[in-house]
């Protein structure tokens, strides 16, 4: 299955929200290429960064070979950090919504979501996602 690029939402309850975006980039001579794209949920200025290929087929590819149970165990909680994922192919999406741990169930798509907020980290370092061609 190849998807079309993912988004993950943080939502901190005394914090800043903002989400993760990797998708394909405009192609360049023919080549895809990734952009991994942080956006504040409240107007703070996005930050944009070129991915790696290799960043954007390992998360890609282990979300898209991930057996998971459709619906975890129910959990509930007050405070703490919510988020929510979306992933896209073509036509077909998928939306996982969860809060403060990634339920069990759904381990297998943990080692995409940590690559996934480490590049989301370094895309909102200052002068990170500054382009020198641009």
Same mark, same amino acid.
């Given at each position: 299955? +190849?998807?079309?690029?993912?988004? %993950?939402?943080?939502?901190?309850? #005394?914090?800043?929200?903002?989400?993760?975006?990797?998708?394909?980039? $405009?192609?360049?001579?023919?080549?895809?290429?990734? /952009?991994?794209?942080?956006?504040?949920? @409240?107007? +703070?200025?996005?930050?944009?960064?070129?991915?790696?290929?290799?960043?954007?087929? #390992?998360?890609?590819?282990? @979300?898209?070979?991930?057996?998971?149970?459709?619906?975890?165990? *129910? $959990?509930?909680? %007050?405070?703490?950090?919510?988020?929510? @994922?979306? !992933?896209?192919? *073509? #036509?077909? =999406?998928?939306?996982? =919504?969860?809060? #403060?741990?990634?339920?069990?169930?759904?381990?297998? $798509?943990?080692?995409?979501?940590? /690559? @996934?907020?480490? %590049?989301?980290? !370094?895309?909102?370092?200052?002068?990170? *996602?500054?382009?020198?061609?641009?």
């Amino acid at each position: 299955m +190849k998807l079309d690029g993912v988004v %993950l939402g943080v939502r901190p309850s #005394f914090g800043t929200p903002y989400e993760i975006d990797l998708s394909r980039d $405009i192609p360049v001579y023919g080549q895809t290429t990734w /952009r991994l794209t942080r956006r504040s949920r @409240l107007g +703070k200025p996005e930050r944009s960064l070129a991915v790696e290929a290799s960043d954007a087929e #390992f998360v890609l590819g282990t @979300l898209a070979e991930a057996e998971v149970k459709l619906v975890p165990d *129910g $959990i509930m909680g %007050l405070d703490g950090v919510s988020y929510d @994922l979306s !992933i896209g192919a *073509g #036509f077909n =999406a998928v939306r996982l =919504a969860w809060w #403060f741990d990634l339920p069990k169930q759904w381990e297998p $798509i943990a080692p995409a979501l940590n /690559r @996934l907020h480490v %590049l989301g980290l !370094i895309a909102d370092v200052p002068g990170a *996602g500054d382009d020198p061609h641009a």
